[in-house]
T-cell receptor
Framework: NAGVTQTPKFQVLKTGQSMTLQCAQDMNHEYMSWYRQDPGMGLRLIHYSVGAGITDQGEVPNGYNVSRSTTEDFPLRLLSAAPSQTSVYFC??????????FGPGTRLTVL | LAKTTQPISMDSYEGQEVNITCSHNNIATNDYITWYQQFPSQGPRFIIQGYKTKVTNEVASLFIPADRKSSTLSLPRVSLSDTAVYYCPVSQGANNLFFGTGTRLTVIP
């Protein structure tokens, strides 16, 4: 049971490039979320999903897209990277009981 | 929207008991109160959860007054490895959490 996994661990992009951050969980959780954490700050919700085929926006959704075709996977796409998107990105999953399980994070730098 | 208020930072010596209080005035009636711990370069990790009164597990205790507008995380006899940021997020609906900036606990030898 690997829990929540994220790839890549590190990524450097140039402004304007696109990429997809991968997130997968093997706990059969319905709920999945993406957060970003800027230096010295708490986590802010980007997008979330309450089940396969259902997604919704969080607090800071601009510049990001998500899809949820399976229960296990919840990729986050950056459409056109900007320096303001330099951050650490965390994926989380849960059963809906407020206890969320977080992945190890992806550290993204946009030059 | 529900928000939380916590002290920004706290220092404690090894072996002492540490109490971190969180204010969550607008917590929803059905929501549980959950605390997370985050080490540098890692995702937050669940510590403890409760609804009211007192909950205790192998690492911490959680005290919740009757009005549920605040909660106190108690860490007994802290060690250097307890140095971390502690969060008391509240639900924004659909099981998604508002984290705030958390409390940075530094344990001093």
């Amino acid at each position: 049971n690997a829990g929540v996994t994220q790839t890549p661990k590190f990524q450097v992009l140039k402004t304007g490039q696109s990429m997809t951050l991968q997130c997968a969980q093997d706990m059969n959780h319905e709920y999945m979320s993406w957060y970003r954490q800027d230096p010295g700050m708490g986590l802010r919700l980007i997008h979330y999903s309450v089940g396969a085929g259902i997604t919704d926006q969080g607090e800071v959704p601009n510049g990001y897209n998500v899809s949820r075709s399976t229960t296990e996977d919840f990729p986050l796409r950056l459409l056109s990277a900007a320096p303001s998107q330099t951050s650490v990105y965390f994926c989380a999953s849960s059963t809906g009981t407020d206890t969320q399980y977080f992945g190890p994070g992806t550290r993204l730098t946009v030059l | 929207l529900a928000k939380t208020t916590q002290p920004i930072s706290m220092d404690s010596y090894e072996g002492q008991e540490v109490n971190i209080t969180c204010s969550h005035n607008n917590i929803a009636t059905n929501d549980y109160i959950t605390w997370y711990q985050q080490f540098p370069s890692q995702g937050p990790r669940f510590i403890i959860q409760g609804y009211k009164t007192k909950v205790t597990n192998e690492v911490a205790s959680l005290f919740i007054p009757a009005d549920r507008k605040s909660s106190t995380l108690s860490l007994p006899r802290v060690s250097l490895s307890d140095t971390a940021v502690y969060y008391c997020p509240v639900s924004q609906g659909a099981n998604n959490l508002f984290f705030g900036t958390g409390t940075r606990l530094t344990v001093i030898p």
